[in-house]
C-alpha cells in the first residue's frame, strides 16, 4: 500500500538519514556506548566529548554559548523546567503567559495557579500575536516570568520576541521562549534577543524524538532551580544519564539546520506559494494566523461548509492534522483557534498542512488536487 503524502512536519519531522547514520555509531560494543559521566576511562571520555560536540552545535544555531544550553528530554520537560523552575524563592509571584502556548506551557502554568501562583493570561490578536503592548500592561511589581512561543504550532505565526524581550529585560522580568517549533524554520539569535530561557526540540528538526534542550543565559546570570534530583548532572540543573545517541542525533540535525537554513526557507517558501496557488479555484478557504509574520511551513485553512472531520476522511492518502498532535485525542475545537477568535463552527472547519525538508512539488500539487476534489465533492452533498 502506498503511503500517504506526509503534510504534519508540525507535529513531527522524519530523522534525516545523515543523523540517523550518525546516532548508529554511539549504541552497539563497536561504538561510542559509554556513559558519559564516567571520567574514569576513555570511554566515558569519548562519550563526553561526543556530548560537548553536540552541545556546540545546538548552541551555534541560535547563536548561543555552548555552557548556556541544558539537555533535557524534549520541549515540554524544557517547558517545565524553566516555568517551574524559575518560581521558588520569589514571594507572592506572578506570571504572564497566553491562551495558545502549547500544551506544555498552559497545562505547566494551570498547575502552578492551583499552588497558589497569580497568571495572566493574554489573548493574541485574529493574527495569533502578542503586542508587546499587552506585554506591558500586564506586568506587575512582582512578575517574574513571561512565557510565550516564538512560532505557533497550530498557525505558524510568528511573535516579535525581540521587542518583547527588551522591553521585559528594562523591567527585569525573565523572558521564556518556547522556539521548538521555530528553530532551524527562522533565524533564532539569543545574542541579540534579550531571552532568559529558550526551549529546543530535536524531533522538530529532523533528530530524534525523546531529546531537547533549554536555553539558560550566562549574563545576565539566569539561576532556576531543578525539576528532576539525583547525582547533579547538566551543572545541577537537570539530572539523569545522557543519552548520548540521541544527543548526538540532535546536535547533527542541529548543524544540518544550521547550515541549510536559509535554503529550506526558501524552498519551504516555494511550496507554500504552490500549495496556496493549487487551491485558488475553491472558494471560501480562509487563512488562519499572520500571513505576513509567519514561517513558510505551516498553514491553517478554514474550508467554508465543510467540516474538518469529514475533510480529513476523505482525504486519505494525505497525513494532515485538525490541530496539534498534542492534543488530537479530544473533539473540542481547538483552543489556539477558539483564542483567535473563531467560533466552534469555524474552528470544526480547519485543518493544519505542514511541509518540511522532503516535500516534493509532485506532492504539493497531488494534495492540492485531492483537496479541491474532496471540498468541492462535500459541498455538493450538504
Known amino acids: 500500500m502506498k503511503k500517504p503524502v506526509y503534510m504534519d512536519y508540525a507535529a513531527t519531522t522524519p530523522v534525516d538519514p545523515v543523523v540517523a547514520e550518525e546516532m548508529c555509531k554511539y549504541l ?21 566529548a561526543a556530548v560537548e560536540g553536540a552541545r556546540r552545535h545546538v548552541a551555534n544555531l541560535i547563536h548561543a554559548d555552548p555552557r548556556e544550553i541544558v539537555w533535557t528530554s524534549g520541549a515540554t520537560e524544557s517547558d517545565n523546567l524553566a516555568i517551574k523552575g524559575a518560581i521558588p524563592g520569589r514571594e507572592n509571584p506572578h ?66 520576541i525581540a521587542s518583547i524581550g527588551a522591553a521585559l529585560r528594562d523591567r527585569g522580568v525573565l523572558f521564556h521562549v518556547d522556539a521548538a517549533q521555530a528553530a532551524g524554520k527562522t533565524e533564532v539569535d539569543v545574542s541579540s534577543a534579550p531571552v532568559d530561557l529558550l526551549s529546543l526540540s530535536a524531533h522538530k528538526v529532523y533528530g530524534p524524538k525523546g531529546v531537547g534542550a533549554l536555553y539558560v543565559r550566562r549574563s545576565p546570570d539566569v539561576r532556576i532551580e531543578s525539576q528532576i534530583h539525583g547525582g547533579g548532572h547538566e551543572r545541577g540543573m537537570r539530572s539523569g544519564t545522557l ?29 507554500r506559494s504552490r500549495f ?30 465543510v467540516d474538518a472531520e469529514s475533510l480529513m476522511l476523505g482525504l486519505r492518502n494525505l497525513a494532515v492534522s485538525s490541530g496539534s498532535a498534542c492534543s488530537s485525542a479530544t473533539i473540542e475545537p481547538s483552543f489556539v483557534l477558539k483564542g483567535i477568535g473563531l467560533d466552534d463552527e469555524q474552528a470544526h472547519r480547519a485543518l ?18 485531492q483537496i479541491v476534489d474532496v471540498v468541492s465533492r462535500l459541498r455538493s452533498v450538504r
Open 95 to 160: 506570571i504572564v503567559t497566553s491562551v495558545i502556548e502549547h500544551k506544555a506551557v498552559l497545562d505547566t502554568c494551570t498547575w502552578l495557579e492551583k499552588q497558589g501562583v497569580s497568571v495572566t493570561w493574554l489573548a493574541p490578536g485574529s493574527d495569533g500575536r502578542i503586542g508587546v503592548e499587552q506585554v506591558e500592561k500586564s506586568l506587575r511589581d512582582n512578575t517574574v516570568l513571561v512565557s510565550l512561543m516564538m512560532v505557533n504550532n497550530e498557525l505558524g505565526c510568528q511573535t516579535d
Open 276 to 305: 496556496l496557488a493549487g487551491l485558488d479555484s475553491l472558494e471560501g478557504v480562509t487563512l488562519n494566523g499572520s500571513d505576513s509574520h509567519r514561517v513558510p511551513g505551516i498553514v491553517n485553512l478554514s474550508f467554508a461548509g
Open 243 to 271: 543519552p548520548t545517541h540521541q544527543i548526538v542525533g540532535m546536535g547533527k540535525a542541529f548543524e544540518l539546520a544550521s547550515e541549510q537554513l536559509e535554503q529550506e526557507k526558501q524552498m519551504l517558501e516555494g511550496i
Open 28 to 48: 552497539t560494543i563497536d561504538g561510542v556506548f559509554g556513559n558519559p559521566a564516567s571520567r574514569t576511562h576513555a570511554y566515558g571520555w569519548q562519550a563526553e
Open 352 to 369: 493544519r498542512f505542514s511541509f518540511g525538508r522532503f516535500s516534493t512539488t509532485e506532492e504539493i500539487d497531488f494534495a492540492a488536487t
